[in-house]
């Protein structure tokens, strides 16, 4: 057996039991300090989701992406989301400062037990974001909000700072894609209560997206240790929503009487009417690349996203590179444009996603006349 192997098994058998004994026990010390862990009722069973989830896989890329780094260790500035004692090193559980991870953390040591289940955590503490903002964490979430926040939203995050003075249409230096980072549906959530989108000066924004009574925090819709859909799954949306029946009918519901993406139909889905605008805020980044910008962007799921399509055919071939053209108007439409595409903005804060998506499309056309505007109907 190669050593790789053999390593990523002992890792997940570590992971495991982990799991097990943070079930097992009902007080888990952390450099002097306790750090309770729930009662061990039905061990067997939240150790069984919890091992089959995506936080228990000890040999993914959010897990492993470290591994030949020069000294094997996670950095400081991911280990928050990346590692169990990183997240308790932010908290200060560990016994050093809160809100900053003071140290590197091992590779692989996963999300485990002792990061929701403890004293501190649950006692809903407020949850810092990017944007600066802070917000009073309700529900048991604010482990949730802590790592599904994103790393550079808002006016006040990274995006703003590399801009600085530069005019809207000018290329810098400084200038660059800033990446929400992946799965930041907790800023989505909570709309301009923690300002993880780019707001425009002048425009207003919704707040956290209230859904409907039982379904309106993370763990009301998502099984907190399998992380799919909570019991009794979809069945609690068929309460308001005859048409789900399953995986991917969330997007056939429609929640507004408005024409979001101004294709004239006020019949389709609101899942149609979010896609519909990101469809245009793309068209719209593509055009103004290529008429202000002098070379056009093109767009991959993959790093580094942001890609100058030499032959304008809208895929990454061989060659090439990161976009590099970037003008103040162009980074914010693209992180805009990623912020509601990778967070699921139409089901996590429909109307926050609208609101970004057209602001970010009337901006760009505001440095581009040939960008042509529909009629939205902005929420």
């Not at 996963?110 to 810092?128: F, Q």
Request: glycine share 10%; aromatic share 10%.
């Amino acid at each position: 057996m190669k050593k790789s192997a053999l390593l990523a098994i002992l890792v997940l058998v570590l992971a495991v039991s982990t799991g097990v004994l943070g079930y097992l026990y009902s007080t888990e010390t952390v450099t002097g300090q306790d750090v309770v862990v729930s009662p061990s009722v039905a061990i067997g069973d939240y150790t069984q989701k919890w091992a089959s989830s995506a936080h228990a896989n000890s040999a993914s890329e959010g897990f492993r992406h470290w591994d030949d780094s020069e000294d094997g260790t996670v950095p400081a500035n991911c280990a928050q989301c990346h590692s169990s004692t990183g997240f308790l090193d932010y908290y200060g559980l560990d016994g050093s400062e809160a809100y900053v991870v003071d140290q590197p953390a091992k590779v692989g040591t996963v999300v485990d037990c002792s990061v929701c289940h403890n004293d501190y955590v649950e006692s809903n503490p407020v949850v810092k974001f990017p944007s600066g903002m802070e917000v009073a964490s309700t529900d048991g979430v604010a482990a949730c909000w802590t790592c599904h926040q994103g790393t550079e939203g808002g006016i006040n995050g990274n995006l703003e700072k590399r801009i600085g003075e530069i005019a809207p249409d000018d290329k810098g230096e400084t200038l660059g894609f800033v990446n929400p980072h992946y799965l930041a549906v907790g800023s989505m959530y909570l709309g301009a209560e923690a300002n993880g989108g780019y707001q425009y000066e002048g425009k207003t924004y919704a707040g956290a997206f209230r859904h409907a009574s039982g379904v309106e925090t993370c763990t009301d819709c998502h099984d907190p240790h399998t992380l799919h859909l909570a019991d009794p799954g979809y069945e609690k949306c068929q309460t308001c929503h005859a048409e789900i029946q399953g995986y991917p009918d969330q997007r056939l519901v429609r929640r507004t009487r408005l024409d979001y993406d101004g294709d004239g139909d006020v019949n389709e889905s609101t899942y149609d009417e979010i896609n519909g605008l990101a469809e245009q805020a793309l068209a719209s980044i593509v055009t103004y690349s290529k008429n202000i910008g002098g070379v056009t962007i093109g767009y991959s799921d993959n790093y580094p996203y942001w890609f100058g399509d030499v032959n304008d055919n809208g895929v990454q071939d061989e060659g090439e590179k990161a976009y590099a053209d970037w003008t103040p108007r162009l980074m914010r439409a693209a992180f805009n444009y990623k912020f509601v595409t990778r967070s699921a903005g139409y089901i996590h804060n429909p109307v926050y996603s609208a609101q970004l998506l057209i602001d970010s499309i009337e901006d760009l056309a505001a440095g581009d006349a040939t960008i042509t505007l529909a009629s939205y109907s902005r929420p």
